[in-house]
């Protein structure tokens, strides 16, 4: 049965009516979840999972011996990852341990020589004392005629002589005097010289292991067994992934409310919109990405063309969701930031770096080891010497 013309107006009618009600529906719905929801809340698709990234590099010079860690791994602080042939650097240290026996003992032969002059002053006051007995004798006997001029005349030559003899010895005692006068035999400056050399022998050895200064897993490793390296050398990258943030860039014309510690949503593409992680805003890079970039623009020169700059907002993420769901930095990310809460300064930053890769402990220990052992070897040196002894008095 053909419908009328009056019937296909009316049906057109009541379609509109419900097309008009369906987008006036949907307009309020849109207005009243943008007026109560997302009215408050800043989001971007421009943002990135990323961390610390920590280049371990070469601090010794050797041939790459053996590679202890690939990539994947995780190693934890202080493992040893790559071992160099120590050979040259364990030859340098027996040179500069042999170099603080040397300076020890050349040392303990100035305190030596010390005493010997010591004595020899002595000696040489005693002779001079002597003669001028003898001439205060010949000076009176000469007045009565028991002693000739000349025997006076010759002992006043051989005090002149005695007494230009122990200047002499005087002259090389303090000579000698100076080079040990306020140290002793253990805190010499030429011993300390050698235990100096001595220490950077040492660490040089010591770091022909190169170790994790963090845990984390190792990603990029460069380095093959028979490589020969320098200090400065990339050895490979350690990534802890237990403290990780986003990196969401921001329209600058977006940025008004946008403030440190406010609350935020975080999506990451590899788990979909299922997975959600809490994150709060913990700074605000204090300048746009495009005065960080390599070749910075220069908008007083050429011609001017306005363009919308982004700026990075630091996001930080729990560590109890990231370890249930682990995630990598570089991961793309959804970040919706809550701005509905009273505003702040936007300089202040609440970034903490409290997280073990801010800090390493495993190269301290290398000095306080290679100061012992100089120590040592000085006691070594030194055991069965003679005491230094004090100042002598006859060279006053």
Known sequence: MALSRKSIRSRREFLLKIVIAAVVVGALIALSRWFFYDRGWVTTDNAFVTGNIIPVKADATGVVAAVLAEETQFVKKGDVLVRLDGQRAKAALAQAEADIGRAVRSVGALYAQRRQVCQKTVSRAALRDKTRHDLARYKQATQSGAASRQLLQNTEDQLAALEADLREAQAEYQAIEARVVGVTRMNHPDVEAAKAKYNDAYIEFARQNIRA????????????????????????????????????????????????????????????????????????????????????????????????????????????????????????????????????SPNRSIVKTTTNEYLTNVYDKDLAEAKARADRIVKDNAAGAADDGGACAAAE
């Open 213 to 344: 200064p963090a845990a984390g897993y190792v990603a990029k490793r460069r380095v093959q067994v028979g490589d020969r390296v320098r200090p400065g050398d990339s050895i490979l990258n350690i990534v802890p992934l237990d403290h990780l943030w986003v990196e969401a860039n921001l329209w600058e014309n977006r940025m008004a409310r946008v403030r440190p510690g406010q609350p935020a949503i975080i999506k990451v593409d590899l788990y979909g919109s299922d997975q959600i992680y809490t994150g709060e805003v913990v700074g605000l890079v204090p300048g746009s990405g495009a005065v960080f970039a390599t070749l910075p623009p220069d908008n007083a020169t050429g011609n001017f063309i306005r363009i919308v700059q982004r700026v990075p907002v630091r996001i930080a993420l729990r560590a109890d969701e990231l370890e249930k769901q682990p995630l990598r930095p570089g991961l793309s990310a959804v970040a919706s930031i809550d701005v509905s809460g009273p505003l702040q």
